[in-house]
């Protein structure tokens, strides 16, 4: 059964600061996403990675995957404000096509 | 392009009852998954839908069935509704399952 952890699951910030979330997963997956959410609002795309190596960065958001370590990291450069949300990985493993197994969710604050 | 839209946006049902959420997907997208979103659980995989046909099923009991029509629209039905039943259930679509997922604003069900 795929697992997928996440951590840290809550993450308090400083404006300007960096950080990275971690995603692990159990068991070999060819597609890896990070996904945004604000409060009482759906899931947004926010990075999709399908091979060993593949970095994304979109604004102040840089996603990396290893499929190696089965790891999966988020980076958060120079935090503002806009950026506090829950963020969360997802995996799909196979041929599990539109079946995604989550991470927990970080919780992330940028505060001044 | 339109988004994928689900209805109703808010539902407040009993015990016992049953229920039956909408899903139409982004036009062209002929694969539609379902998750239930909860503090506790988190995100979890209900079901996907492909041409009108299911391929992937999660790990929820029998109360809860879907379907597809062949304009890829999907409904889910949750019968003899418990309290746990009460969640976020969202839908997401995509081209074929196997890119990127693309998510609803959710069905707030609350199960009194």
């Known amino acids: 059964e795929l697992k997928v952890e996440q951590n840290p699951l809550f993450l308090s910030m400083q404006e300007g600061k960096n950080y990275t979330i971690y995603c692990n997963y159990s068991t070999t997956s060819d597609r890896l996403y990070w996904y945004r959410q604000d409060p009482g609002k759906s899931l947004e795309s926010l990075f999709v990675l399908l091979s060993n190596g593949a970095v994304k960065q979109e604004g102040r958001l840089m996603a990396s995957l290893d499929t190696k370590a089965r790891l999966s990291t988020l980076h958060i450069t120079a935090a503002v404000h806009d950026l506090s949300a829950t963020y969360f990985c997802a995996v799909a493993g196979g041929t599990s096509y539109g079946k995604l197994t989550f991470g927990q969710g970080t919780i992330l604050t940028v505060h001044p | ?112």
């Not at chain 2, 392009?1 to 015990?15: D, E, H, N, S």
């Not at chain 2, 003899?80 to 990127?100: P, R, V």
Request: proline share 4%; net charge positive.
């Open chain 2, 1 to 112: 392009k339109a988004g994928v839209t689900q209805t109703p946006r808010y539902l407040i049902k009993t015990r016992g009852q049953q229920v039956t959420l909408s899903c139409s997907p982004i036009s062209g997208h002929r694969s539609v998954s379902w998750y239930q979103q909860t503090p506790g659980q988190g995100l979890q995989f209900l079901f996907e839908y492909f041409s009108e046909t299911q391929r992937n099923k999660g790990n929820f009991p029998g109360r809860f069935s879907g379907r597809q029509f062949s304009n890829s629209r999907s409904e889910m039905n949750v019968s003899t509704l418990e309290l746990g039943d009460s969640a976020l259930y969202l839908c997401a679509s995509s081209i074929s399952g196997h890119e990127k997922l693309f998510f609803g604003s959710g069905t707030q069900l609350s199960v009194l």
